[in-house]
Structures are given as C-alpha cells and as structure tokens.
C-alpha cells in the first residue's frame, strides 16, 4: 500500500517537509522533479506524477530542481521524525479514543502500512503498543489516586477489552491492576 495521491498532492500544495523523503514529485510541463517541502510555485494538479523512488523519476527523463536539490541524500534530516513526533502527540493527548490503525494514518495522512512500519522502525514499538503503554500510565495514575474500580478504569483509558488490559498492564508493570493499587501506598508512589 501506498500514500493516496490526495495526501501526497496536499503535503506539496503545503510543501511540507514531514513528506520529504517519502516520496517526490515531478512536472510534466517543466520536466522538473521536486520534494514535498520545495519552495517553488505550486504547479498544476493535472501535470503534477509522483514518485517513490527517486531513480524512478530520474529513468522517466525528470531533471532534479536546483532549488531543492532531490536528487542529494539529507543525512541529518530524517523526514520520518516530524510526523512520528505527531503521532506520539496524538496519542498522548487522545488515548482514550478508539484508535485503530486505519484512523491513525487517516488523521496523519500516510498509509497503514507506511505508519506501522516506520513508527515501529523509529521507536521499537507499534503505534498499538505505543497507545496501549500510555493508557497503562494514565491507568497508574488513575489506581494510585481515584475512587474507580479497575473496570471502570480500564475503559476510562481507553481500553475496550479488560482482559486485554490486564494483559498489557501486567507485561508494563509486573502487577495486576489490583496489586498495583494494593502498593500504591509503597515505593511506586514516588513514580
Ligand atoms: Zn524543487
């Protein structure tokens, strides 16, 4: 799978630079290839192909643009790192919605499996486990502070299924949620 056309052609229309890298595209009418984040002038929708691969639109006959250079490896600009950045922000901040992976590469603009490999080559981890330890801090906080039971507070942070919870939790944390609680008055509280 790749990034929808209509993804990519926005991220040119906003040369944005979290694109750079993921793909190129070139002009028909101008025979120029460029990077999402070029400066240039938006050129027109209908003369406007994309690439994936750079050597792709170099066989096609496409000059590289003098402005933004795409034919020269960035070493220290990895493009993958601005959007990664806003999907852990997303996360963050929307734990306990029901993310799924499709809902997260709609909302970022990039396919599912670009998202799933990349964040997971990035990170360590999937964005699925990245969520899933969120809400097991979030779920910490909520057992060492609150009234809730551990039910409530399973779905409060956005897990569907409890035993799902108790799973993930116990794989983060090495206690059951209701051990947890039972030590939060012992050294986990300084957490
Ligand atoms: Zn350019």
Redesign the pocket.
Known sequence: MKMRPEAMWEAVVRCDGRYDGLFYYAVRTTG????PS???KTPRRENVEFFFDREEALRKGYK???????DLHTSTYDPNREWIREVKNILAREYDKPWTLQRLSERIGISPHHLQRLFKKETGVSPKRFLERIRVQQAKRLLRSGNQNVTEICYAVGFSDPSRFYKVFREETGFSPSAFRRRKNDECSAE
Request: include cysteine; glycine fraction near 0%; aromatic fraction near 8%.
């Open positions: 120029i290839f460029c990077r070029c400066r240039s590289p643009c003098k402005r933004c250079r795409p």
